[in-house]
């Protein structure tokens, strides 16, 4: 019988249900119908990637499914282009463990948003996911935690083709006394070089830079943000009518107020 069936129809010519599984990180899960939800996920090897999870509304699935939390995913569909659908295993339980700190746990909401919006679907990005990993280290466990958040941040400027070149001075060449971001070359700038037209220019955080720092400044961090975040809008999100995330503006009010 299996013979014949393939007889009649050519191996080229049979679809057969596509299937993968991958180490991911939940960016979010939405309600889709009475009891589904549309999860993004940011896979290790299939980069961000949607998927329905049947049921995923119930108790036993919410758990798992929080922006942040590590999992091992199956995703399924009948052809590549499908929406398709995923069964996940907690692999381990991020967000739980930030919910009496409401810092870590806006800085968190925003790096899920922030991925979401900044990642092709479907493009393979191992650096952005293997820097989230280590952002998700260092939610739990640092005390610099916000300051990671902003390399996080460039680091995904980088893997999307954007990096910033914050090693010399773009006029001097100098790797001292970096004070300054180009906002059109995105190239450091010292404080003597950029003093006369400093106005146009974006604060460097000292942190950023490649000088030993022992601590972050007062204002270090909403100058990080406002720089990655500049770049992010201006390069990732404008060019496809993506407005920053929420949760990310959320986030930046925190330190500046």
Known sequence: MVAGVYAIYPVSAIRLPMQWTDNAIILSARKHGETSVIVQALTEAHGRHAGL??????????GVLQPGNEVHGVWKARLPDHLG?????????????????AGRLAALSSACSVAEAALPEREKHKAAYDGFLVLLEAL????????VYISWELGLL????FGLDL????????????????PRTGRAVTAAA?????????????FLSQQTVRET????????????????????????NIKMPPARTRFVARFTQ
């Open 53 to 62: 999870v049947r049921g995923g509304v119930g108790r036993g699935s919410r």
């Open 85 to 101: 659908s995923y069964t996940f295993e907690l692999r381990r339980a991020r967000a739980a463990h930030l919910l009496s700190d």
């Open 140 to 147: 739990e466990t640092s005390d610099h935690w916000a300051e």
């Open 158 to 161: 980088r893997d999307l083709g």
């Open 167 to 182: 090693t010399a001075c773009a006029q001097t060449g100098e790797t001292e006394g970096l004070a300054f971001v180009s």
């Open 194 to 206: 950029g003093a006369p037209y400093k106005e146009r220019l974006l604060p460097l955080p000292g």
């Open 217 to 240: 400044k007062p204002g270090d961090l909403s100058d990080g943000l406002a720089l990655t975040g500049f770049f992010v809008e201006r390069h990732v999100l404008a060019p496809h």
